[in-house]
């Protein structure tokens, strides 16, 4: 086993069996995925005037004394309305080794949804951080941007990958696995050429019929509580290239996808970069966590998915063609997972082609 690395799922389970995660209800199977650990939303919100991080060694419950607006009941459903900002207790509560950190990220699905989701910990001034030995209740500031969400205890909007040290592969290493494996692929199966740059670049697909999609208004809140698909139309236009090139209006919210067919190893895994300065001023996903076995298959036998990216354009940007999007960090495990993305686990996104709306919707 690996002295540093992102824990797989059997060490997830083990730290939940020796209560270094704590739960007043069992954790379902299906929240542990390969190398990270979905995280549910408790029974207590609130509304809260803005956004904010609390100080060193400040608990977020005395911020919420003075920020909240209303307080909320989430053990029947909630709505959470586009544009404002929630707090609400996550029901897992950490006690972390001191050798053992972790951050979090959006789940794909709500990433296509265009919420942010946001980890907040007591004494902790930065988003999404849980530091090593971190004793104590973690939060999630929720705000929908497009539309409103129907929420209720219990659902999953965000997930924590647990690390020991750092787990980073560099740019040679990258080189070297592309090389003996194989890290992205072309629409026919031939293995492609990896831009590396700190990182593996991917670049937009416009040679598509439909390119992406845009989100539109709608009064209609999502519900994430009747598992019942919504209608994709009343949330989304479709979005179509001119000579290959799509021009993306600040303020907008819309969904893309990668040319290269994006292929994770089963002993790896993998963060979408949220921010590249050096592509554009805009954010290129909400959702960044890749499994061990994207794009992968239990045996090797796929040749990659293409990455579906969320974008938050800040300012209005004209994309061309095979122009890099984003940037994918690659990071060891410290031992290959019991189960691997897509087998037998209820994968949603291992098949997709092109652009896909997430689950939510049909």
């Known amino acids: 086993m690996r002295q540093s690395g992102a824990l797989p799922c ?32 408790g029974k207590r919100g609130w509304r809260v005037e803005a ?53 979090a990220n ?10 942010w989701t946001r980890v907040l910990a007591d004494g902790v001034s930065r988003f999404d951080k849980i530091p ?52 992205v692929y072309d629409c026919t199966g031939q293995r492609g050429q990896a831009l590396i740059d700190n990182g593996l670049l991917l670049t937009i697909d416009l040679q598509q019929d439909i390119v992406g999609y845009k989100a539109i208004p709608c009064d209609e809140p999502v519900d994430l509580c009747s598992g019942i698909p919504q209608k994709g139309s009343n ?45 554009g001023e805009y954010r290129s996903h909400y959702a960044g966590f890749f499994d061990p076995g994207f794009g992968y298959g239990e045996n090797g036998g796929l040749k990659g998915t293409p990455a579906v990216l969320e974008l938050d354009v800040h300012e209005d940007v004209l994309f061309r063609h095979a122009q890099p999007i984003c940037k994918m960090a690659f990071e060891y495990l410290l031992k290959k997972p019991e189960k691997i993305y897509g087998s037998g686990l209820g994968s949603h996104y291992q ?9 939510h919707f049909c």
Request: glycine residues 6%; proline residues 6%.
């Open 10 to 41: 059997q060490l997830i389970e083990e730290l939940i069996s020796s209560q270094r995660i704590i739960c007043s209800e069992p954790v379902p199977a299906r929240n542990i995925q390969p190398a990270s650990l979905d995280l549910r939303l």
């Open 106 to 115: 959006n789940k794909s699905t709500t990433g296509r949804m265009n919420v």
């Open 235 to 279: 949330y989304f236009e479709p979005i179509k290239a001119k000579n290959g090139e799509v021009l993306l209006k600040r303020g907008e919210f819309y969904i893309l996808s990668t040319k290269e067919f994006l292929r994770v190893p089963p002993d790896l895994a993998v963060e979408m970069v949220a921010y590249d300065i050096h592509s």
């Open 351 to 359: 098949q997709q082609r092109g652009p896909q709306l997430g689950r």
């Open 132 to 183: 090593p030995g971190y004793n104590g209740k973690i939060y999630a500031m929720i705000t929908p941007r497009s539309w409103s969400i129907r929420v209720r205890e219990g659902n999953t909007l965000n997930q924590a990958r647990l690390i020991c040290g750092d787990n980073h592969l560099l740019d040679f290493e990258l080189e070297m696995l592309h090389q003996e494996t194989g890290l």
């Open 51 to 103: 956004a904010f991080l609390p100080r060193q060694g400040e608990p977020v419950s005395d911020l919420l004394l003075n920020n909240s607006l209303e307080s909320l009941d989430l053990s029947n459903p909630v709505v959470l309305q586009e544009g404002c900002t929630y707090v609400i207790e996550i029901e897992e509560r950490f006690n972390l080794p001191n050798s053992v950190h972790a951050y």
